[in-house]
């Protein structure tokens, strides 16, 4: 009999699990459990190009992003605009500065990441919006290339239980957002001649228009960030995220 329960322990220990074999483990009590998940995240950056389909993470070589919506008025700034078929390239190359965990009773975390390049493109649709006054509404795609980029994020979690199986849920997400440079190029269907000139005023000074953007395109980070481990960890239960002590 107690053969047969051991056999049917290995079984449900097989099947049940969700991480796939190559996904490295920490454990919560460990003293140097920031240093662990950094190891482990460097093990997984080549599988991270391409997603990882079973733990719902999508690729990172473009990150895609279908639909995004923006709405915001501030000094200098007017802005509603519906951002679709967005795609990020070269996030794979993150370099994590600093990771910091509190797991005392509590699930939060802060992290400091680096990226020498991003290329983004995507359509956008923005209506009766301005910069300073110069008037950015129109319709079409825009290709832009940003380098030196620095991310702080600050986040916390909270334990749900979902069919009897204890998961963690992302349920606060800041952001703090530093780019050095940015440069614009635009295709306009509607007014290419004014998307023309918005272009090259942003071009001519990148540093005053993401300054006037940067709250914005915080806040907008923040919820991609939120979505994205939420996705994640809906479906890897906490056990297997951080592996208590036997």
């Given at each position: ?19 796939p ?84 009773g ?17 359509d ?122 036997s």
């Amino acid at each position: 009999m107690k053969v047969l329960f051991a056999l049917l322990f290995c079984v449900f220990s097989v099947y049940g699990k969700i991480l796939p074999d190559y996904f490295p483990q920490c454990k919560k009590s460990d003293p140097q459990i920031e240093k662990c998940i950094l190891e482990a995240i460097e093990v997984l950056r080549p599988k991270l190009l391409n997603g990882i389909p079973e733990v719902n993470a999508p690729a990172l070589e473009p990150f895609n992003v279908p639909t995004l919506k923006l709405d915001r008025t501030a000094t200098n700034l007017r802005l509603k605009a519906t951002i679709k078929n967005m795609k990020a390239y070269g996030g794979s190359n993150f370099k994590i500065e600093k990771l910091k965990l509190n797991l005392n009773g509590k699930y939060e975390g802060q992290m400091k990441l680096t990226l020498p390049k991003l290329s983004v493109t995507a359509d956008y649709d923005v209506r009766g919006s301005k910069i300073l006054t110069l008037d950015i509404s129109g319709k079409g795609r825009l290709r832009s290339n940003f380098t030196g980029i620095t991310v702080v994020a600050k986040g916390a979690a909270k334990v749900v239980e979902r069919d009897g199986v204890e998961y963690l849920q992302a349920e606060k997400m800041i952001t703090k957002l530093k780019i050095g440079h940015g440069q614009l190029s635009i295709d306009d269907t509607e007014r290419p001649v004014a998307a023309t000139s918005a272009a090259a005023f942003f071009n001519a000074s990148p540093g005053v228009v993401l300054d006037i953007l940067n709250p914005l395109i915080e806040e907008s980070s923040a919820a991609i960030f939120k979505a994205f481990f939420n996705k994640v960890l809906s479906a890897i239960p906490l056990k297997e995220i951080l592996v208590e002590d036997s």
